[in-house]
């Protein structure tokens, strides 16, 4: 496993098959991303039962056609693309789908989003993990071709890129003390090296009105090669196989200058594992899932992105991402007529979802907080001439403040701007890279 952080770009690539992805991209002028789209389906059909049925004939264009055995019912759907499920395949359905939108995404610092659905036993955990090395899965791949743009945006301007990868988990029902279906709702860092007694990991809404989440506790490790990103995802894929989990979410997210811009590539596993049987209680995760996919499909002015922590933090997904693709694995054996049917009618709904796609505004961390700053003085000064018993800048934080129903309004405004420099002044970079750090260390010790 390899050394300690290094803050650099990433512009050698001598760990990884160049020949294979850095050829095949040429960077392009940048765009700006477009006012939306909708969500694309790539569909993945395997053969469970080890006899193919007859019902059901697709092409690698998306055109699937559905016959029901011995009756006239008739179905067609359309994908954006189908792929049979045998070793090897992702990587052929990554290069003809998939590589041109990962690629799209890095050069506008945009997200993007994939997630897999289908019926149980259909391969959905082997279409985002793989089975191995030789068998990669569109994860791999999608870091792959990230650290290849890496190096061609390294070697044409100065911008600094650090990507990391985090891997959370919602854990089994089996797993916990009680048997409660508020316990479905749980999340845990799988990266996390104090996962045998792990941090809490909460979620947060974003100020600024800005609708977004983020993981409280979150463990990202840092990667500069591909080589270190293979390390950290099987050290993740070897605590996932030692417990029961339900869902998974990977994140791979760049930042450029630190911090200066980020984006997202997320990979949601839904059931990446399958409830045993004797497991009681609602499925918190994936009836949250269900009613966001409802809520947008029929345009309801709310959708329940907090019904669940996996729903929240997926949100960009669906609501803010250049481009979203949802895998859809089906089984094409004896008897899966109407499961096949049920999987695809879903897709169709995902396929009419509109996704947006904005650029999120450059932010200057120093900048703000000067501003935040200069605005607390004048504040400050006011109160000083209004208000007797002020206290001195020196020392004062915004816990200090007590409001209650007569405090003035500059007084308000003066503790939410105490508030709001005080998070400006914790650099969650710097904090992020030295937890990445410490990661690494106790991993090479």
């Not at 952080?5 to 690539?13: D, K």
């Not at 991303?33 to 694309?40: A, C, L, R, V, Y």
């Not at 104090?194 to 947060?204: A, F, K, L, S």
């Not at 879903?346 to 450059?362: D, E, N």
């Amino acid at each position: 496993m390899s050394g300690i952080l290094r803050q650099q770009p990433a512009n050698t690539m001598a760990d990884q098959d160049s020949s294979t992805f850095g050829k095949q991209h040429q960077r392009r002028e940048l765009k700006p991303p477009n006012g939306g789209s909708t969500m694309q389906a790539l569909v993945k059909v395997i053969t469970s039962s080890g006899s193919i049925s007859s019902f059901m004939k697709s092409n690698t264009k998306g055109a699937i056609r559905l016959n029901r055995p011995n009756s006239k019912v008739k179905k067609a759907f359309q994908a954006n693309s189908c792929y049979r499920g045998i070793p090897n395949s992702e990587g052929d359905a990554f290069q003809s789908t998939l590589q041109p939108l990962v690629i799209e995404s890095f050069e506008n610092d945009a997200n993007f989003f994939l997630h897999s659905t289908g019926a149980r036993s259909t391969g959905k955990t082997t279409a985002i993990f793989g089975d191995d090395e030789n068998n990669p899965g569109f994860l791999q791949l999608t870091a792959q071709q990230i650290f290849s743009c890496i190096s061609i945006a390294s070697a044409e301007s100065t911008d600094i890129y650090t990507t990391t990868l985090s891997y959370l988990t919602t854990p089994s029902v089996s797993n916990s003390e009680n048997n409660n279906s508020e316990l479905d709702d749980q999340l845990i860092s799988i990266v996390d090296l104090t996962r045998d007694c792990p941090r809490p990991i909460r979620v947060r809404e974003r100020g600024g009105g800005s609708k977004e989440f983020y993981a409280e506790n979150l463990t990202e490790v840092v990667c500069n090669s591909f080589n270190e990103f293979r390390d950290v995802l099987n050290y993740g894929l070897g605590a996932d196989k030692s417990c029961d989990k339900y869902h998974s979410l990977c994140t791979i997210r760049v930042y450029k200058n630190e911090g200066e811009s980020v984006c997202n590539f997320g990979f949601l596993d839904l059931c990446g594992k399958e409830r045993k049987l004797e497991e009681k209680g609602e499925d918190v995760t994936l009836k949250a899932y269900n009613r966001v996919v409802d809520a947008l499909y029929n345009k309801f002015s709310h959708v329940p992105f907090r019904d669940s922590k996996v729903t929240r933090l997926a949100s960009y997904g669906f609501a803010n991402a250049l481009h979203s693709v949802a895998i859809t694995c089906v089984d094409n054996g004896e008897g899966k007529f109407d499961e096949t049917c049920a999987v695809l009618e879903h897709m169709t709904k995902l396929q009419k979802i509109k996704v947006s796609a904005k650029k999120g505004p450059r932010f200057d961390r120093r900048a703000e907080l000067a501003k935040a700053s200069q605005k607390v003085k004048q504040l400050h000064a006011i109160l000083v001439q209004t208000t007797p018993g002020i206290q001195s800048l020196e020392g004062l934080k915004s816990h200090h403040i007590e409001l209650d129903m007569t405090s003035s309004d500059e007084m308000v405004d003066f503790r939410d701007a105490l508030a709001k420099k005080e998070l400006l002044e914790v650099n969650h970079f710097e904090k992020m890279v030295q937890v990445s750090s410490d990661w690494w260390k106790a991993m090479n010790e």
